[in-house]
């Protein structure tokens, strides 16, 4: 598995974590018909990735908003 960032491709290097959240729907004042899908469920992938077997570890959180088929690169922070 590998995160495709800035121009790089970065080897993910753990086991990634995932889980969801829920949007604040009543704050972003979205409407949509009956059957539209999830409106609230964000989705989150959190991984520790490396460029080369040498390189440090950095972590990436990435998100995904409810009927996005983008993933957003929510934090990006050094392994240390």
Do not use: C, K
Request: net charge positive; no cysteine; proline share 2%.
């Amino acid at each position: 598995m590998a995160v495709r960032h800035d121009g790089r491709i970065w080897a993910v290097a753990a086991d990634p974590v995932h889980w969801f959240a829920r949007d604040a729907w009543w704050d972003t004042r979205r409407t949509a018909a009956v059957g539209s899908g999830d409106l609230v469920s964000i989705e989150y992938w959190r991984v520790q990735v490396r460029l080369g077997s040498s390189s440090a570890l950095r972590t990436f959180t990435l998100r995904r908003n409810p009927l996005s088929t983008q993933w957003l690169l929510d934090e990006n922070s050094d392994g240390g």
